[in-house]
């Protein structure tokens, strides 16, 4: 299995706030995948989505390392790993005001025996990629993702709606996410 990741500034923010781990499972045909991009503009999203991209993935690690999970038991897992991960980085942000209200989105994938699971938060996205086109896996938490959903706007409207960046979910700003 081959894996790799790449992060991109855009063209719209000075700094890239984006961070990504993957991390194989020694001695598990499983590898761990996390993306996190910090809340564009907000303060300290960079450290935001490196906190929660490394905790994230040290308590998938952790689980894996002390029992051997099942396939089942990886939402679980997931969601676990997702709220510590939200659990450090509105804790970090309580300890100095230049850090309040920062947050980060999140997307993951856990691969384990030949399936994948992912899990996402805010408007980071994941994809299936195969020779015949690109589909998109997840639903945003966003403003815009409720609005089409609710059939107010069209999936072409979204694109270009003035609160397209406006997310319902994120991990940071609240104690509980």
């Not at 997931?78 to 804790?91: D, G, L, Q, R, T």
């Not at 059939?151 to 960046?165: C, V």
Request: glycine share 10%; charged share 25%.
């Amino acid at each position: 299995m081959n894996s790799f990741g790449i992060t991109d500034r855009g063209k719209v923010r000075r700094d890239n706030q984006d961070s990504f781990l993957i991390e194989r499972i020694e001695g598990r045909d499983a590898l761990i995948a996390v993306l996190c991009d910090g809340m564009g503009g907000e303060k300290a999203g960079n450290i935001a989505s490196d906190l929660a991209a490394k905790t994230y993935a040290g308590v998938l690690r952790q689980r894996f390392s002390g029992q051997k999970l099942k396939g089942a038991e990886i939402p679980e897992a997931m969601a676990a790993a997702c709220a510590e991960a939200n659990h450090m980085v509105y804790s970090y942000s309580c300890f100095d005001s230049a850090y309040t209200g920062m947050g980060t989105t999140l997307v993951s994938a856990v691969m384990l025996d030949g399936r994948v699971y992912v899990l996402n938060v805010g408007d980071s996205r994941a994809y299936h990629i195969t020779g015949e086109g690109i589909t998109r896996i997840t639903k945003d938490h966003s403003v815009v993702e409720g609005m089409v959903d609710r059939g107010d706007i069209t999936a072409e409207e979204a694109r270009r709606h003035p609160s397209r960046n406006l997310i319902t979910r994120a991990l940071g700003p609240d104690a509980d996410a």
